[in-house]
């Protein structure tokens, strides 16, 4: 069974529309951490946020947010006011394992957002 | 603070020979990662340590060996390449078992 689950291979968003990027996980671990990554043509990935089990609040980070929904295990990721700039490949991640020193991260197969002007 | 650094950017093998992509950070973090990328597949996890001297299998091990004998360099090395080990590979560090991973730019392989 896939960790991470990402069903949306492709989305097209109306610029400054908000959008929200789905994921769903499975773990058995109590700890665990959900990450999104951003990666623009040019390859590299860059860190957007992160989400604790353990944290009752979602996390923000400026116009990224994450709907954590513990119990239906979902992660999705919300861009409010969506810029031309966004459009990439978004991961879903997951670590689990760090409490018995199996520390590892498994990544969704990604989806890629397109803005349109 | 150059951060995770990935050696070569490029690399084209002829099918059976062998290399080594280097991978080194200066940030004395204790976890670090390679992951192979291809269309569709998203970030598959090959390799993993936690730190110096241990590492463990992920989830398309085979065809590829690694070691971490000290904590900076984590290197992955392809004992005889195959058409099917083209592709992104990218290695990634993090600090603490909370933290994301600070990923390096990665190496474009192609197997001939």
Known sequence: AQKITQTQPGMFVQEKEAVTLDCTYDT???SYGLFWYKQPSSGEMI?????GSYDEQNATEGRYSLNFQKARKSANLVISASQLGDSAMYFCAMREGWQNRDDKIIFGKGTRLHILP | NAGVTQTPKFQVLKTGQ???LQCAQDMNHEYMSWYRQDPGMGLRLIHYSVGAGITDQGEVPNGYNVSRSTTED???RLLSAAPSQTSVY?????WTGEDGYTFGSGTR???V
């Open chain 2, 18 to 20: 062998s290399m080594t």
């Open chain 1, 47 to 51: 860190f957007l946020i992160y989400q």
């Open chain 2, 74 to 76: 984590f290197p992955l």
């Open chain 2, 109 to 111: 392989l192609t197997v």
């Open chain 1, 28 to 30: 058995s671990d109590q």
């Open chain 2, 90 to 94: 990218f290695c990634a560090s993090s």
